[in-house]
């Protein structure tokens, strides 16, 4: 039996079963303003319509500054500056279909900036602000980017490149420009020299509005393209599996440098006219549980790297701050482990709401619903409105329990509208006739909960079993000593691949045989006689992207001597 968690009370989506069954994409529709006239893009439903209407004078943004202090921005405000950005970048020269990056700190020129681009038709491309020179130059050349709004200190970081930097044509500063030489210009000037009234650009509902390069886990970062579309898709995860209701403030903790930062944690909470907070500062636990308490956050979207941080930070830091404003939480990015869950629940007496989804997909696509009963370790079900399956590599849907390719029918709004410059990666997602192909192995349940093991590169064979390493870690973790692990398969000769563990020890815990040989046992009679590292290694940190997920690949390299790939998003 799988262990459960029923639910306390059901949510926006009120009946799964009913609303997937009589779901259908055109009933969406009526929720915005292009179906009564508007124009069709991300930025007039997101915050135009707002700063026309009611909600006028309500905060859209409290961001809040490294230093604490809070900037609260309204809608009006926002719908005005991004306008203003918006003429003043096309006065300046830019046109629709321009790659423009945003290489800024989480502040509210960084939002002003994503929304003014979209709304005067271009491709926005934020970057992460940790990203290195290698890492902007790479991703400027990849799609030929021809503004970088930046501000002064991450201009001095990509100083060393900036002639290589030659298609673009301006480095649009936040802040003082003084010094930097003729292909700078100041953000302020090209605000001022826009119009407040600048109305969106209406745009095709497959013409891209943003440009992400992926996390970089399994190889070099793609730059996917989602289109404006795909708001209908946003808005729907946003009401049914994010839960965002009227009076709601809302904090997702991704940085819009990824698709979560952009989809659920700027457009989607907006279309629906919803308060957000940014916050500039690096993660601390104390920190963000004070920043729930400050500002009443109820619903609150963030990731399993975190999460597993937090736990490890102990219920000490929990109980020192009143999280009692919580109402609902999101975790999406990477699987969360059954005992992130159970932590949760016992700590924050709330469930963790685990969904999946990828920079191509845009919006999630498999979600835990508050109306629903979790399995801890399930990603839960199709969003209504999404087929999903498990299916063999010839597109044939395959029976519950059974492992397979991880698949979801084409036709889902937010669905990518192309990977730049590289049509024959994006022709590879659906190499199987009817599906688009995740690169996720996964199985079904018999009550159709979908279970992840890991990406198809990363599953192990050994002893003639498949096994995800998400399920070794999942053990791994549930271990005392352990904080973090990560899981691979070796090469060997008899076993085909042994599973190797590296694990990040629990501060009071000292790496030992003993303590080797202890975990190793622990995980075997859990799991199985073949599924449980044979080879362990204690290690102090993990190689992970920027974006906080775990890079197996790196660790596997270094295991056998391999070249390390490209490392432009791992951490340091
Ligand atoms: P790259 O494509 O460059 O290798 P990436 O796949 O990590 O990097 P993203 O698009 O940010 O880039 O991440 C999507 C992937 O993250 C999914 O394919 C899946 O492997 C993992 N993922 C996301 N959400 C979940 C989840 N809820 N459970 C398990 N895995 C998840
Ligand atoms: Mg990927």
């Known amino acids: 039996m799988d262990e459960t968690i029923p639910p306390t009370d059901p949510g926006n989506l009120q009946d799964y079963e009913r609303a997937y069954n009589e779901f259908n994409w055109a009933s969406i529709n009526k929720n915005f303003d292009w179906s009564r006239g508007g124009v069709f893009n991300v930025a007039a439903e997101a915050v135009d319509r707002h700063a026309n209407g009611p909600m006028k004078d309500k905060v859209a943004l409290y ?91 991450l201009y001095e970081r990509i100083r060393p490149v900036l002639k290589e930097l030659d298609v673009i044509k301006r480095f649009i500063i936040v802040g003082d420009n003084t010094g930097m030489g003729e292909r700078t210009v100041r953000f302020d000037d090209v605000s001022a020299s826009g119009d407040s009234e600048f109305k969106a650009v209406g745009m095709g509902q497959n013409d891209p509005y943003i440009i992400h390069y992926t996390s970089g886990s399994t190889g070099k970062p793609k730059g996917i393209m989602l289109g404006h579309k795909a708001m209908l898709q946003q808005l729907m995860a946003c009401r049914n599996v994010v839960d965002l209701r009227e009076g709601d403030i809302y904090w997702c903790t991704a940085d819009p440098g990824w698709v979560t930062g952009t ?29 729930i308490e400050r500002f ?49 629940l ?21 979600s835990n619903y508050r109306c629903m009963t979790i399995k801890p370790g399930s990603m839960g079900r199709p969003m209504p409105g999404v087929v999903a399956a498990i299916v063999d590599e010839n597109g044939k849907e395959l029976p519950p329990r059974k492992e397979g390719f991880l698949a979801l029918r084409p036709g889902w709004p937010s669905m990518m509208v192309g990977i730049w410059g590289n049509i024959s990666k994006f022709r590879e997602y659906f190499y199987v006739p009817g599906w688009y192909i995740s690169g996720d192995q ?29 399920e070794v870690e999942s053990a791994l973790i549930e271990h005392p000593a352990v904080a973090e692990s990560a899981v691979i398969g070796k090469p060997d000769e008899l076993r085909g691949e042994i599973v190797k563990a590296f694990i990040v020890l629990k501060p009071g815990h000292t790496p030992s045989e003993v303590l080797k040989n202890e975990i190793s046992q622990f995980v075997r009679t859990r799991l199985s006689y073949y599924a449980y590292p044979r080879e362990i290694d204690f290690v102090t940190t993990l190689p992970k992207t920027r974006s906080g997920k775990i890079m197996r690949r790196v660790l596997k390299a270094k295991e056998l001597g391999h070249p390390l790939g490209d490392l432009s998003t791992l951490d340091d």
């Open 346 to 366: 016992k700590s924050f007496q709330k469930r963790i709401h685990d969904n999946w989804w990828q920079t191509e997909t845009g919006a999630p696509c498999i």
């Open 263 to 291: 989809s659920v944690g700027i457009l989607g909470p907006w279309y629906l006219g919803i308060t957000i907070i940014s916050y500039e500062g690096r993660f601390d636990p104390r920190t963000w549980y004070s920043l």
């Open 63 to 153: 961001s809040v500054l490294a230093s604490g202090d809070v900037v609260p921005v309204t809608f009006r405000e926002m719908s005005e500056r991004s306008s203003r950005f918006a003429d003043g970048l096309i006065k300046l020269g830019a046109v629709k279909g321009d790659r423009i990056f945003v290489f800024l700190d989480r502040n509210t020129d960084l939002f002003v900036s994503l929304i003014g681009i979209a709304k005067m038709g271009g491709i926005a491309g934020p970057l992460f602000s940790a990203l290195g020179p290698e890492a902007v130059l790479d991703r400027v050349r990849d799609c030929q980017a021809s503004y970088m709004v930046v501000s002064p200190y």
């Open 296 to 344: 009443n956050v109820t619903v609150w979207f963030t990731a399993p790297t975190a999460l597993r941080m937090l736990m490890r930070a102990g219920d000490g830091a929990v109980q020192e701050f009143d999280l009692s404003s919580l109402r609902h939480i999101c975790s999406a990015g990477e699987p969360l482990n059954p005992e992130v869950v159970r932590w949760g």
């Open 442 to 470: 996964a199985y079904q349940d018999e009550d159709g909960y979908i279970w992840f093991l890991g990406r198809v590169d990363d599953v192990i064979k050994t002893s003639g079993e498949r096994l995800g390493p998400f």
